[in-house]
């Protein structure tokens, strides 16, 4: 298993591009499913999950060919509707081709899904959707088989709270539906706007996409379209974050400050410079400690949960005590005991944190436990006096591009260790 080996205390100074962003690339990928047509995607990001996503599609029928960072799809026909437990046990996204194949295919069986161990994270409010669509659903050894013989029809759905999930599959199993498709307390992530975007270039009929209400008028068939993925907001706030620990200045190419919704503003209070400019995000830090500073994680637009640990990271080395709640996900402060071994003063109580600022932290050899607490590790790595070994490298591959490559551009010691 290959580690990160990271020499910290040297701040960061350059342009670093943003990529696509992996949790959109991932919905519109699956989308590729609904049409006999070709699908042309620009800005994907070469990630672990985009080429085990990409397998996944494969054996479903479609071909896909990569040019840089554009992916062309083609679903001519479906050779398979059944997507199995070893290429969907990886990540959450992949469990989406279900609503796809059910639409087009009127029956699917697909693994449960696996993602991030964050939580218990099940798919019911999925499940229930696509059930009060007319899927007639059954679960048997780990699979969910799924029939609609009839075809798919329109329903009202109202989910108990929101889930970026279970919107967007929503979403991608009502496009082929017969009528419309409203979904109550929807996801208002921009990525539910990137995947609206994505199907109404495929002849889609979305609206709403990017309030609490979305509509979908069902039609008949999709065609071939291009669409450019946005740019990732996490990945945006994971540098950003970066150069508030080490000090710096960095020129975010392709970054897009809207997307970042409450996480710019706890940024600045905690005394981070950013300024949107014409080619992305200019972000600056003097390299003194930054100011402690509470945040709660919340759907879009409130605090990204996918940041919290790097914000984390952060304040581990701000000046006073910062309180940290994660109100989406149960289990997302394995990263806490972490970053203690680096020295940091975490203390855990349920979905709270309490972070009192040290004046550094030192390096140490760290376990990344998922994607994002490993990025935290990262960035409390680049920040901290000395050595950190950041083991379980895999995660991070499966959300940030050429890690290594971006962050060496702008001066940081960071080496892979091959194993
Ligand atoms: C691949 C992808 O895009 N992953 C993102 C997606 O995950 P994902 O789509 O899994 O997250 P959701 O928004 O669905 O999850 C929110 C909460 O709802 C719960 N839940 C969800 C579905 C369901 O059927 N039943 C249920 O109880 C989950 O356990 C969680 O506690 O949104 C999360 C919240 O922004 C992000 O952290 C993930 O990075
Ligand atoms: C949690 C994430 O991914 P997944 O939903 O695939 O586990 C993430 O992108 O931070």
Known sequence: MDKLAIIGGRPLYGTLPISGAKNSALKVMAAALLSDEPLTLHNVPRLADVDMLLRLLEQHGASANFDGSTLTLHAKTIASTEAPYDLVRKMRAS?????PLLAREGKAKVSLPGGCAIGARPVDLHLKALTAMGAVIDLDEGYVLAEAPEGLHGAHVTFPFVSVGATEHTMLAAVLAKGETVIENAAREPEIVDLADC????????????????TV???DRLHAAEHSVLPDRIETGAYVMAVAATGGELTLTGARADLLGAAWASLE??????EEIETGIRVRRNGARCKAVDIITQPFPGFPTDLQAQFMALMTTADGVSTIKETIFENRFMHAPELGRMGAKISVDGQTATVRGVERLKGAPVMATDLRASMSLVIAGLAAEGQTMVNRVYHLDRGFERLEEKLQACGALIERVKE
């Open 95 to 99: 469990f989406n081709v279900l609503g």
């Open 217 to 219: 008028e069902g039609v």
């Open 199 to 214: 199907l109404n270039a495929m002849g889609a009929k979305v609206s709403g996409a990017g309030t609490s209400k979305v």
């Open 269 to 274: 209070e905690a005394g981070v410079e950013l």
